[in-house]
Structures are given as structure tokens and as C-alpha cells.
């Protein structure tokens, strides 16, 4: 019986790896569905009893039974007691669709284009560019090496372990939601200067999903989007994609010019301003507070809606964050982005929209639609966090860590840039705009950079006739990473100068 065919096969095709965490019993079950797949084994082949088949693998029986049992399961043996173990028609299991076209010869194999057209979007083409530089610059995104992995690990286990949890997953949504929506609102009511119940919001993965869904209510093709002259290159994308046509506002110090808007658009001929609420992006100017209600009223008067992105809210290093608009908002002009949780890995992180109910009502359609089922977990989690304190007390303690690498970052940049660039020291936020006074290739410079184990991804690169400047994200990297970076950039920029 050991020298038969079958178990012949059984011993060179199955091997046992125990370094690594799969069960032995579906290494072999999963191996042997190899073996019939490939027709290795035929219908109605009879399989090693169990006692033969532990002693072929050196496996314990029970290890042998639970091997056929899998495979039983799945449905390639049929298990016959005091018979025997027998291979099923592997057709039964993977059936074959035969060839209807001439190219018999590729009926198995999967076309590389379609056969019909589709609809093809240039605007929502992927920004992402790899790298094997050691070093990155981004636009200023937090470091994902502070979150609190231990902590977070008790905080999901016992989330995980609530008996409530299966519960609210047979209940309603909007019960559940209410729950903790009631949470974010007391949350945002109490940092932000909100008076907003859980009607006026609505919590969604990220900003960019939060601005595709208010996007689709309120932008139709060919409607007038204003943004800053320097802009968001992926809500330009999200306006892009539904028709918009995007025209650029001038921005100064004191952010967006709003007299332009005066002067060059008449009433009921914008359908929304963009704003970004703290930091203007990604030149990092404040819209002062003068300019904000100049905004308001003449969005009142000539009837547009404004955009306000939030996105930086929780990176605050000096004095009090500026209330967004929209706490001020008393006409309902004003539909207010945001999220929180950005020191938490991004799985932890919610964006969500805060708009007059009757705007929330319909995005709440249309995210039914796209993301029914939601994350029941990461809302039980982010409920307990804002509930304790654990969210506002994480993000304090991260602010002092960025201001401390955003204050060694520009004195880096005021030893070694200081003749060649000019840059503010923004009072909150992960990113410095800086502008080089020598109107320099910056394609030249990412090139030349990434020769010394440094990439500059194109999105923080900004150039024409009168602009030569990066968004210098600094969050993600250390003060010893920083100072790495720095020296290799100006090594770059001493090169392209020389050149």
C-alpha cells in the first residue's frame, strides 16, 4: 500500500512547512486541491485512509482526518464511511465557459483591454509616483509612527469584545449613527464653536469623500467653481470630474482676495467658492478674519455656496485655532469639511460634512449608495476615545512633538536657505511654503535630489512665471531625518545653481 501511485504522489508533491502560521491541515488539504486541479489526481481516485496518510506525512490522525474534512467541505472528496475517500469530478468545482469566438486558443486567458468603450476620465488620473529614495517630502501629511500602537491595541480588543456590538449592527443605521454622531456633534459643538445636532452632519471616510458627495449636490457641468491661485490639486480633480469650470481667485497674505470676486463676477454666476479654513493651501496664508465675513455677506448677496476645508484643523501651535465660518453661519451658506482623529492611523481617521439638514439628507443618499456598510468598529472606537478624552489628549501631545520639528526645521532652512529662499512660519499645520528667489527648473531639482536619496513628488512642486516654490511637508520625518533632508536638498540646489 505505500508503494502505490497515490501514495507515491502524496510523497513528492506534499511538503510541510511549520516555520510559518497556516495550519498543517490546510497546507496539505490546499496542496492536494492543487494535485486535482492539475488533474494529478482523476475522479473517482481513491485517497490513503487517514492512519496511512499520517504516517506518509508524519502527521498526528486527527491532523489527517481534519485534512479530509476540509477538502470534503470544499467539496474535491467525498468522504464514503468504511469505504473510503474519493476524488470528485474537479469539473463540478471550476466548470469551464467554452470558446464562442474563433480564438479558441485564448478562451483561457483574460483580455488585457475591453471589447467595448467606456467612459475615460484624464482629471481623476493617479498622482502617485514611486521611489526608491530613502528620503520623501510630501505636502504635509502627520507621522503615522505616533500612533499610540499599544494603547490602541487594548482600545480595539475591548471594542471588539463589546456584546452590544453585534446588536448594533442588527439595528438600524440611523440609530446607531445617531449614537455616535451625538458624540461628534458635543465633540465639534465643543472645540469649533458649533451649536449643530447630528441632522447637520454626516461622517464619511476622508475630506476627498466628503467633497466628492457635496460635489455631485451641488456642482453641475459647466458651473463656476473659485478657488486660490495656487490650489488643491485634488479638490481641482473632484471639481474637474463633475464639469466644473474652475476659475482662480489671487491670494496674499491675508488669503483669498475677495474684492477680485467683486470685481470680476456678477451675482448668481459663481455656484461655489473653495476655501480652506486655517491655512490657506499651499501657500499656508490665513484668510483674516476681516476677509472671512466680506465672504460671507457676498456670498449671501450673490447667492454661491462656500466650500470651507478644514483639513489642518487639529495642528495648532500657537495661540487658538480661528472658529470655522460656518459656526458663524447663520444663512446657511456655508458647507464646512473636516476630520478628526489625523493622529491616528488613517484606518482611525473620519472625514465628515457639516451643512444645513436638508444638504445632509440628500448626502446621506448618496453615501448609502457608496459605502452602505460604513465601520461599525471605528465608530465604537472613535465614540469611546471622544468620550474619555483620549482623542484630545493624543492630539495635544502630538502638537508639542511637530512644533518642536517645525521650529527645527526653519532653523535648518535659516542656516543653510536664508539667501536663497524666503518662507513664514506658519502657526500651525504640517507644511512650510517654501520660495526660492532663483526662478530655478524644480523638475531639474527633484531630479537632482532624488540622486541623493531624496524625492520630491511633483504635487508639492509650483512653478510659472511668477511662483518657484515646494509645499515643504515636515510631519512625517524626525528632527534627524529633517536635518538630512535638508542638507541634501541644498547639495541639489548648489548643483542646479552651478549648472
Not at 438600524?172 to 454622531?181: A, I, L, R, T, W
Not at 536635518?483 to 542646479?496: M, N, P, T
Request: overall charge positive; glycine content about 4%; charged content about 20%.
Amino acid at each position: 500500500m505505500i508503494d502505490s501511485p497515490v501514495n507515491m504522489l502524496f510523497k513528492q508533491l506534499i511538503s510541510i512547512d511549520k516555520s510559518i502560521s497556516q495550519p498543517i491541515y490546510l497546507q496539505v488539504s490546499t496542496q492536494i486541491t492543487n494535485a486535482i486541479q492539475r488533474r494529478y489526481l482523476t475522479k473517482g481516485t481513491i485517497l490513503p485512509g487517514t492512519r496511512v496518510l499520517s504516517q506518509l506525512l508524519k502527521i498526528h490522525r486527527k491532523t489527517a482526518v481534519a485534512i479530509y474534512e476540509e477538502l470534503a467541505s470544499q467539496g474535491w472528496v467525498e468522504i464514503i464511511p468504511n469505504k473510503g475517500t474519493f476524488v470528485l469530478e474537479p469539473e463540478k468545482n471550476t466548470a469551464k465557459i467554452k470558446a464562442t469566438s474563433q480564438k479558441v486558443n485564448e478562451a483561457y486567458t483574460y483580455a488585457k483591454t475591453t471589447g467595448f468603450p467606456f467612459q475615460k476620465s484624464f482629471h481623476l488620473a493617479s498622482t502617485i509616483e514611486y521611489t526608491n529614495a530613502k528620503y520623501t517630502i510630501n505636502d504635509g501629511k502627520p507621522d503615522l509612527r505616533l500612533h499610540p500602537v499599544h494603547q490602541f491595541t487594548r482600545w480595539y480588543s475591548a471594542a471588539m469584545k463589546r456584546k452590544t456590538l453585534v446588536n448594533k449592527w442588527k439595528r438600524s443605521n440611523e440609530f446607531f449613527n445617531s449614537v455616535f454622531q451625538t458624540q461628534l456633534c458635543n465633540y465639534l459643538n465643543a472645540t469649533r464653536g458649533f451649536h449643530i445636532s447630528p441632522n447637520n452632519l454626516i461622517n464619511t471616510r476622508s475630506t476627498e469623500m466628503s467633497l466628492y458627495l457635496v460635489s455631485q449636490l451641488l456642482i453641475k457641468p459647466n458651473d463656476i467653481v473659485l478657488v486660490g491661485h495656487l490650489s488643491n490639486y485634488a479638490s481641482n480633480m473632484i471639481f474637474q470630474q463633475t464639469g466644473a469650470s474652475i476659475k482662480t481667485i489671487p491670494v496674499d497674505t491675508n488669503g483669498l482676495d475677495i474684492e477680485y470676486i467683486k470685481k470680476h463676477f456678477v451675482k448668481h454666476s459663481i455656484r461655489c467658492v473653495y476655501i480652506c479654513a486655517h491655512r490657506d493651501y499651499p501657500t499656508t496664508a490665513t484668510l483674516s478674519a476681516e476677509r472671512r465675513l466680506e465672504l460671507l455677506q457676498l456670498a449671501k448677496e450673490y447667492g454661491f455656496a462656500i466650500i470651507e476645508d478644514d483639513f489642518d484643523y487639529d495642528f495648532q501651535f500657537e495661540g487658538s485655532a480661528m472658529l470655522p465660518m460656518a459656526s458663524a453661519d447663520a444663512n446657511g451658506m456655508v458647507i464646512y469639511l473636516g476630520k478628526i482623529g489625523q493622529s491616528l492611523f488613517p484606518s482611525f481617521q473620519t472625514g465628515f460634512v457639516i451643512a444645513p439638514e436638508n444638504l445632509i439628507t440628500e448626502a446621506k443618499n448618496y453615501l448609502e449608495l457608496l459605502d452602505k456598510q460604513g465601520d461599525l468598529i471605528q465608530e465604537q472606537l472613535l465614540s469611546e476615545l471622544i468620550n474619555e478624552g483620549e482623542i484630545y489628549r493624543l492630539m495635544k501631545k502630538n502638537i508639542v512633538i511637530y512644533k518642536k520639528r517645525r521650529d527645527f526645521l526653519c532653523n535648518l532652512l535659516t542656516k543653510h536657505f536664508s539667501e536663497f529662499a524666503q518662507w513664514e512660519i506658519p502657526s500651525g499645520g504640517l507644511a512650510i511654503w517654501l520660495k526660492f528667489y532663483s526662478k530655478i527648473s524644480l523638475v531639474k531639482l527633484a531630479k537632482e535630489t532624488e540622486k541623493n536619496d531624496l524625492f520630491l513628488p511633483k504635487t508639492i512642486l509650483y512653478q510659472d512665471k511668477n511662483t518657484c516654490a515646494i509645499r515643504f511637508g515636515f510631519g512625517h520625518l524626525n528632527e534627524e531625518e529633517i536635518e538630512s533632508v535638508i542638507k541634501k536638498l541644498k547639495r541639489a540646489y548648489d548643483k542646479i545653481i552651478l549648472k
